[in-house]
């Protein structure tokens, strides 16, 4: 909308992108709805006027304004306070309250300080249907709201080259504490307090020194964090966290300016202990399923060994060869686990398990470059196929191997040639092309009523445990090419 409406450049844009992620704060403290009005662009047909980008409604009292007024334009002199403010560049509270929907409402103009001049101004809409004397509480919010208005104005807030994130975006609500310019405590609101004496306070905040305070409470043989001692004393922007006596409280300082002078600080406070201790459990749970993992994998492998071993102790080539593809598939298997033993998600890049693979089958089969150039073999691979949820890893790793294990074995044995895989993933399945430029079928073949315990095994992992589809057919030009298509629910979008 700033685009389309106005003239503002990109840094003006940037300001006011970061005063809209930021302004729940002054809404909450102001109990008052908040409306932005940008200035339309000199040759828009209604200019000079304003158009509203932007809205917020307070969480700490009633709405004023129902109706989203996002979009609506205003001509010069249909809001006197708010054109008042930007030409003025000053905030405008002059003015008896107006009339909203039967809602007596206070109207007051803030305008936005930009490098020079307003780049736009935030009216303050106050419903006083139930007004009434404030409570200290109230006061102390109210007055925080001036100050943090005085600060839009001025520029100063939001921080220059501060973006406010999901992390940093505490609520009023949850707990709040004023500070004066020395670090003293001049208000606590009761879930502030109540915080704090989770950390082990005994006695009030109010008069004492913050950081002098939580420094008693949260004494450790570590020295302080300079980040969270910026934050407690409330000298500067800042987001950290402090734990004692078993809490952990998630704290966030502004301070608070006039002019070039620090006349204070808000600390705004959220006490997350049951969220880290969740986090710990998550964390311990992650660590726990990679160590299984690795273990798997090592176990797989000692298997593979333990059969490799046997192998060559056989004179027998029939069972020599059974016991050479047992060791490929266990081996197929604890690359899947190799993989998930790195990761803190149950889902895996395939791409390097694939290569692997295919490397692997290379070694096995007597592929590799060491063999006769008369009967030299390339097996590549093209398209990629992402990252894959575990319970599609695992199998589709053992259906690749026997693929390009067969491509090898029956389609290139003794002549050499080329093997190919190609992949195509779409938002819902995973479509892998094995061809070779091999003998071909054999007249008749089909892979319904193949005695080939590698293909039974492709064939069963891929209908039943991939929920997939399997077509195994001649290649245009000489080879054999065995299409599966899978779907694939729940897996991970491609990198």
């Known amino acids: 909308m700033l685009r389309r409406y106005t003239d503002l450049d990109t840094v003006d844009v940037d300001r006011l992108q970061a005063l809209v992620a930021d302004w729940q704060l002054l809404a909450d403290l102001s109990f008052a709805d908040l409306v932005l009005h940008a200035p339309l662009r000199s040759g828009h047909p209604d200019a000079p006027g304003f158009v509203i980008v932007a809205q917020m409604r307070p969480a700490t009292g009633p709405t004023s304004l129902v109706d989203d007024l996002v979009g609506r334009i205003s001509r010069a002199g249909q809001r006197p306070l708010v054109d008042a403010a930007y030409a003025e560049d000053r905030i405008v509270r002059e003015g008896d309250p107006v009339w909203h929907e039967d809602v007596p409402v206070r109207e007051e103009a803030i305008p936005v300080g930009g490098r020079r001049n307003p780049i736009g101004v935030v009216a303050r809409h106050t419903n006083l249907a139930a007004a009434r004397a404030p409570s200290r509480l109230e006061l102390a919010y109210l007055s925080s709201a001036d100050e943090l208005a005085q600060m839009v104005q001025e520029g100063s807030f939001p921080f220059p080259g501060e973006m406010a994130t999901p992390e940093a975006t505490l609520r009023v609500g949850d707990g709040l504490i004023r500070l004066e310019a020395d670090g003293r405590v001049s208000y606590a609101s009761p879930n502030a307090l109540s915080a704090w ?267 039943s445990e991939l929920g997939g589809q399997l077509d195994m057919r001649p290649r245009t030009g000489g080879g054999t090419e065995v299409v599966v298509a899978l779907p694939l629910p729940g897996s991970s979008p491609t990198e």
């Open 197 to 463: 004496r989770r950390l082990g306070l005994t006695a009030d905040l109010t008069d004492a020194h913050l950081g002098t305070v939580t420094a008693a409470l949260v004494r450790t043989r570590e020295p302080v964090d300079e980040a969270v001692a910026s934050v407690v004393s409330g000298r500067a922007p800042r987001v950290g966290e402090i734990e004692g006596n078993g809490a952990v409280l998630r704290l966030r300082a502004i301070p608070l300016t006039l002019g070039q002078n620090r006349i204070g600080a808000l600390v705004l406070v959220r006490d997350v202990t049951e969220l880290r201790v969740l986090d710990r459990q998550l964390l311990t749970k992650d660590a726990t399923i990679r160590e299984i993992h690795h273990r798997v994998k090592n176990n797989l492998q000692t298997v593979a060994a333990l059969l490799r071993l046997q192998a060559r102790r056989l004179e027998l080539p029939e069972a020599r060869f059974a016991l050479e593809e047992a060791v490929r598939r266990v081996g197929s298997i604890a690359l899947v686990h190799e993989t998930l033993a790195l990761t803190l998600d149950e889902a895996v890049a395939f791409d390097d398990i694939a290569d692997r693979v295919i490397t692997m089958v290379g070694e096995v089969a007597g592929a590799g470059p060491g063999d006769d150039p008369g009967s030299d073999i390339a097996v590549s691979r093209r398209g990629s196929f992402g990252l894959l949820a575990a319970e599609v890893a695992t199998p589709l790793a053992m259906v690749l191997t026997e693929l390009v294990q067969n491509a090898v074995e029956h389609g290139l044995a003794g002549r050499g040639g080329q093997v190919e895989v190609d992949v195509r993933r779409s938002a819902v399945d995973l479509v892998v092309t094995v061809a070779d430029d091999g003998r071909g079928l054999p007249e008749g073949f089909s892979s319904d009523g193949s005695s080939r315990l590698g293909l039974r095994i492709v064939r069963t992992l891929v209908l």
